[in-house]
């Protein structure tokens, strides 16, 4: 018989026997899962130190977090789940995961954080997630996640977040989830959500964001939502949400500071209570059935659109007209807002609103002759006015030389001044001629030279190039940038319409990299400065203006290149001001062979459209040619070994080593922006920033650095 003191002992060998099983359970876990890579096969003793693997005191693993992408994708079913009883913290952040969630992810007992995001997940959301009592925070975006939300997602009581947007789940949004009292965000954009919202999304009294957006969720916005007094944003843009915009704003919302609801059909008159938010900072309201008078108590908000509605009356002094594009009975007295935003003169409808108003009190004789002397009265009075600014600006242009010192709205001054330098657009001053129209070289009398863009007079009638020509006055405009091609009038008339920019000596970037004498003198140090003015200039246009601006037809034909070899984007008519925080469905515009994939089966434009068409551009310009057979190529397997060396342009001598980091650096970051994944690309600030710094020396031949490598990052350390 066994004394107490061998019992106990015995207990604690039993215990610590125990304890060495589970934690070799794990180690066989990580091991024959295939995540790692295989030099960690041999230190499974020191797996605490692996890569993305945290463990407690005990050496259970208590955390699972990855940071790199894998060179390939593998099976989510092959992390034994099971084994990891003491796992808090599962965050599989765009490593590359596919198939399907496994149900026994439901038996993590500890798990408070699951991150699942942006990866090649399948099939629908396993209703076992339902177990994890102690998770505070839930996301699952950017994968092919379909099916419906599963009702038992509501029993996690203690969720902070539940993100899963930029899936394709569908079915209605489960009332269920209204039981998470302590949720604070809840996101499941860009899905296929269909019905009403419920009303008892009242009940979600913590709630701070609320994003609904991309969906196809219809009915009217419960006023319910009026009882969150915590919530900062809310998103329900494109939908198909109708009712009245009053019943949002029943109740007070005064912690409110963004409000996204474009792209739906919500009508009746803006609420004054928008008034007395003081810590409003974003409305947008476009693409909706908005009626009354422009309401002038928004003028404190940094941001608002209510473009494309039906607002009526005068634009109030301070508002930014392009918020009020496409409101029919919206009116201005500036001329220039009348040319580019196509307002109507003010004067016109407090004609028409006399005119009815006196017939219906028969009066009408009496209105017509005051209507004719009032006209006659502005008709002389404008004259005089135009006459006085003609004076000063032919003044100017004396003494100057140069009319560009005054903007011309009625182009009549600067269509005299360009016949004259261009003979009545002679074809011996053409430099190019597309589908839009033709350019000109037009040198000045005093010694200017500018570059005109005239379109056709027979497709001057055509609204969608009409609408192109405005449209790049309006962006440009606005904005000013060194590395942006410079706007320096315009004339938009119904007899001829043309843009007047800087004169750009070597033309297109792709003229250059197609023409062998050029290219050679294109060098190496050129065609980066190139790419980093190109990356300079859409970081200004996505992150600097307000709002971001997309170009979305990024192309080496609409890069011009000066004298000095210095870039300017140009070609502004498909560009677009983007919804703050948002991305814009819209038709697909662009240049085949630059367009992002992802607008083939999707309407939705963002910045990370243009992203990759910088990436193409980028690409084409260190291989001297579209490298569309480039990346055909790499998705063969027998021609992963493809060299850098093999695909640089070869007119050019190799690249010698005071060069070849910028080049690699430039390659990687290329590839990074042509990733088929919108949410893998990085930001054009990002591409920016990484060209301010000196790259690290190479310590590889250049004839030893893959294609492959450069797509996987593999050369990241050099950036």
């Excluded at 004298?563 to 085949?592: C, K, M, N």
Aim: hydrophobic content about 40%; aromatic content about 8%; charged content about 20%.
């Amino acid at each position: 018989m066994l004394t107490p003191f061998e019992l106990g002992g015995s207990a604690a060998a039993a215990a610590a026997s125990s304890s060495q099983l589970e934690l070799d359970f794990e180690a066989n876990a990580l091991l024959n899962s295939g995540w790692w890579r295989s030099y960690y096969d041999n230190n499974i003793s020191e797996r605490c130190n692996w890569t993305g693997i945290v463990c407690n005191d005990a050496g259970s693993i208590t955390a699972i977090q990855p940071r790199y992408s894998y060179e390939r994708r593998v099976e989510f079913a092959t992390l034994n789940l099971s084994a990891f009883q003491n796992l808090e913290q599962l965050e599989l952040f765009e490593i590359g995961i596919r198939g399907r969630i496994p149900p026994e992810i439901g038996i993590l007992p500890k798990l408070t954080y699951l991150d699942l995001s942006n990866n090649a997940l399948e099939g629908e959301i396993p209703p076992s997630l339902g177990n994890l009592r102690q998770l505070d925070t839930l996301i699952i975006a950017g994968n092919s996640i379909n099916g419906s939300i599963p009702h038992e997602l509501g029993f996690l009581k203690n969720l902070v977040t539940l993100v899963l947007s930029a899936n394709m789940i569908s079915g209605n949004l489960p009332i269920s989830l209204t039981n998470l009292t302590r949720l604070k965000n809840l996101d499941i954009s860009i899905n296929r959500l269909e019905g009403e919202m419920p009303p008892s999304l009242g009940n979600l009294r913590q709630l701070e964001t609320l994003i609904l957006a991309d969906n196809d969720i219809n009915g009217s916005i419960p006023h319910e939502l009026g009882f969150l007094k915590n919530l900062v944003t809310l998103d329900l843009s494109n939908n198909t949400i109708s009712g009245n915009i009053v019943s949002l704003f029943a109740e007070s919302l005064a912690m409110l500071t963004t409000v996204e609801l474009s792209h739906n059909r919500i009508g009746g008159e803006m609420p004054s209570q928008l008034g007395y938010l003081p810590k409003f900072t974003s409305l947008d309201l476009s693409y909706n059935n908005l009626t009354g008078m422009v309401p002038q108590y928004l003028l404190h908000v940094d941001f608002v659109d209510m473009s494309y509605n039906n607002l009526k009356g005068p634009i109030p002094d301070g508002f930014r007209p392009y918020a009020l594009t496409g409101n029919k009975d919206v009116c201005s007295d500036i001329p220039n807002y009348q040319l580019a935003y196509q307002f109507q003169p003010c004067s016109a409808h407090r004609k028409t609103s006399m005119k009815v108003k006196h017939h219906l009190l028969i009066v009408l004789p009496i209105l017509v002759f005051l209507i004719a002397a009032l006209l006659l009265l502005v008709y002389l009075k404008l004259r005089k006015v135009r006459a006085t600014k003609n004076k000063y600006a032919n003044t100017a242009a004396t003494e100057n030389g140069d009319f560009f010192c005054v903007w011309n709205y009625d182009g009549s001054m600067g269509y005299e001044n360009l016949i004259r330098a261009t003979e009545d657009f002679d074809m011996k001053y053409c430099i190019g001629t597309g589908g839009y129209g033709s350019v000109y070289k037009a040198q000045l009398s005093g010694g200017k030279v500018v570059a005109l863009k005239k379109l056709h007079g027979f497709e001057a009638e055509v609204p969608a190039f009409d609408e192109s020509f405005r449209n790049e006055v309006r962006v440009l405009s606005e904005i000013k940038h060194r590395h942006i091609v410079k706007l320096y009038g315009f004339c938009l008339h119904k007899r001829i319409m043309f843009l007047i920019y800087q004169y750009m000596e070597k033309g297109s970037l792709f003229a250059v990299l197609y023409d062998d004498v050029e290219a050679v003198e294109m060098d190496w140090r050129k065609r980066i400065n190139i790419v980093k003015g190109i990356a300079n200039a859409l970081s200004y246009l996505h992150h600097d203006c307000s709002p971001p601006i997309v170009h979305r037809d990024i192309s080496s034909c609409n890069v011009l290149l000066n004298s000095e070899w210095q870039p300017r984007v140009s070609d502004f008519g498909t560009a677009r001001l983007l919804q703050h925080e948002s991305s814009y469905r819209t038709i697909v515009a662009g240049t085949i062979g630059y367009i992002a994939p992802e607008l083939a089966y999707s309407m939705v434009v963002n910045e990370k459209c243009d992203v990759y068409s910088f990436g193409m551009v980028a690409l084409e310009t260190l291989v001297g040619r579209h490298p569309k057979e480039i990346l055909s190529s790499l998705q063969s397997a027998s021609t992963h070994a493809i060299t850098l060396c093999e695909v640089l342009d070869q007119r050019l001598p190799q690249p010698d080593m005071e060069v070849l980091p910028d080049v690699v650096r430039l390659a990687i970051t290329a590839f990074a922006c042509l990733n088929p994944n919108p949410c893998s690309r990085p930001s054009m600030n990002c591409v920016s920033q990484r060209f301010l710094t000196q790259p690290k020396p190479l310590t590889i031949p250049l004839g030893e650095i893959s294609l492959q490598q450069l797509m996987n990052e593999d050369f990241k350390n050099y950036l």
